[in-house]
């Protein structure tokens, strides 16, 4: 079973910026697809960021340009560079990785975008 670990969420102003971490265990980190997902206050759990094990990315209209996943194999770690936030960014923000179709999921980490 794979463990996800997150850390890096905080306060922060409007235009400010976080970097987000999350770090598996017991897994095959190199060859798994990699995801940030967030859940804005009263809303759904929605789809941010994607990074396969080749580090092709993907990410949701409402931050392209703005954030940047990437990925460390060393280091068992994917990241979530997240740059000129804005409030409607707030959220519980989850990592989740895919291996042969399982996924496995963090517990979250909080982000807030004061106005």
């Known amino acids: 079973q794979v463990q996800l670990v997150e850390s890096g969420g905080g306060l922060v102003q409007t235009g400010g910026s976080l970097r987000l971490s999350c770090v598996a265990s017991?897994?095959?980190?190199?060859?798994?697809?990699a995801n940030w997902y967030r859940q804005p206050p009263g809303k759904q759990r929605e789809l941010v960021a994607t990074?396969?094990?080749?580090?092709?990315?993907n990410y949701a209209d409402a931050v392209k340009g703005r954030f940047t996943i990437s990925r460390d194999n060393a280091k068992n770690t994917v990241y979530l560079q997240m740059n000129s936030l804005k409030p409607e960014d707030t959220g519980v923000y989850v990592c989740?990785?895919?291996?042969?179709?399982?996924?496995?999921w963090g517990q979250g980490t909080q982000v807030t975008v004061s106005s």
């Open positions: 017991g897994s095959i980190f190199s060859r798994m697809t």
């Open positions: 990074i396969s094990r080749d580090s092709t990315t």
């Open positions: 989740n990785m895919i291996r042969l179709g399982v996924p496995s």
